[in-house]
């Protein structure tokens, strides 16, 4: 890894989303036909039309690579981040929320066209969410938003699978990517969901093994994306694949791969009260610690950690200030 | 009270606002100048100042009235709301909010003029919030707004203080005041803020005495409305002036004053995570009782369960189901 000169440790590119958050029961989901725990896209009467049925919310900035950047940013990291807002009052508000934790966020919002993009999110009573996106003004992202100069400042450019579900979008993926390497920096994937792997297999695999260097999954996708049977026949498969393989198992907690090395990450423990996030703020604790030069057993700890507070409250970013605790981490 | 033929239990007049709430400390407030506790109108401009100043926030609906309105439709009441929200998307939030708790909300959009309002709410560690409100599309609120035939349909026709700061609003309180009158009905005032007492004293003096039925207040919002030193003379006049006073003390709980007639109720305990909407919670059980026919102590008692449980959460509407809770209170 190219660490020399970087800017940003960090560069995140996704979905811009504002989360509409409200607690519901399971009879919803199914009078909805919503698979529980996945993210469903949907088009502007579909969302209307589960809005129009959903409980009173509450607003907040989200989208999967963002959440990821804000933590990462609250855990001291230097982080930017490209996603494709609307020039709206949800798009102000995401902006305010992302440059207030103090990442930078140089994409220009889309005038005149899609509103902001919006994930209405249901939580049941185990604290499993179930996603709705729409994508509105996300699907214009496109290779012109991602500058070259920009992605050869930070350390590692972290892609959320999500991002593969707009048009233009994979096209941007693989214009990073080449920047990065070509910069002699690194490239994280986060596979985000089962069900976008299972949308987009075929070219996950292929940007998987030709582009990225780490990649962020959980059980569930991992098996998706290499279509086994087992956690364990997934991890091999994805060991071969990437130079360090990240993989999360809820309360089983995380294992890294590395070449020859394994490592085994307890999960901390966790009253959960909303799992929105736990994935994108592990991702965050993770690279904050791998890009300040940590050992990989430590980025896996902060990884824990960080998802940890995210799971204990509502919402997919940081409540509390985990930094002196991060500090605390000495194995 | 004419009960007779009522197709609502309660219509809340109100400014009609979307909250920004976000955690903060008190160097913030003493850095902008802010009263803690307090709300204090701002313009445009400073409202751009402060949310540029803000940590990452949470939107959800409020507006005083209106969040009277939502817990006391949560509590089983059947409740109708009048105010101003801009044709926008933060106004289609605060819309989809109170109709999903069951209020009817008939007040057309403002198109083409200002946005809807907005609070700023700064949580400081103590719980206690301080707020900053942009009016916005609220100022237009007049008279015309004000539907005779709606207010003869509701039982209780429940105004908040906050309301005598935009210009044609107290126009629209009176219309209001003396519809609910000529049609047998009630009318209750909360009198919001200290600040906003003293904005407009004489006004409200004049309103409660010869226009308001039941009057809520809490200390410092009595005391400066009688500019009194003590509570106990405040309460007094109170007493004089309105058929029913109901005064709310925080931890040291709530006073009903009815004639002759003088009870004390205990606050429910609650761990304090955010005052916003206390006063709001408590007139919603209060009255969600009182419209229901249940005896003035378990009003209060009804007043205080609310209360509490809005206390124990961010935001200031009900987070559980309170109404079995509520059904079982004999005395």
Known sequence: MNVTDATYDILGIGNAIVDVVAATDDQFLSRHSMHKGAMALVDAMQADLIYAAMPPG???SGGSAANTCAVAASLGARVAYIGKVADDQLGRVFRHDINAVGVHFPTEPLVAGAPTARCLILVTPDGQRTMNTFLGACVT?????????LVALAKVTYLEGYLFDPPAAQAAF??????AHAAGRQVALSLSDAFCVDRHRAAFRKLVASHVDILFANEAEVTSLYEQNTFEAAAEMARQDVELAVLTRSEAGSLVLNGAVTLEIAAELARVVDTTGAGDAYAAGFLAGYTA????????RMGSIAAAEVIGHYGARLATDLTGRMAAITH
Do not use: F, R, T
């Open 58 to 60: 509450q607003e907040s």
């Open 141 to 149: 992202l496109d290779p012109s938003d991602v500058h070259p100069h």
């Open 174 to 179: 693989y214009k990073a990517a080449d920047a």
């Open 293 to 300: 030069g940590k050992p990989l057993s430590i980025c896996g």
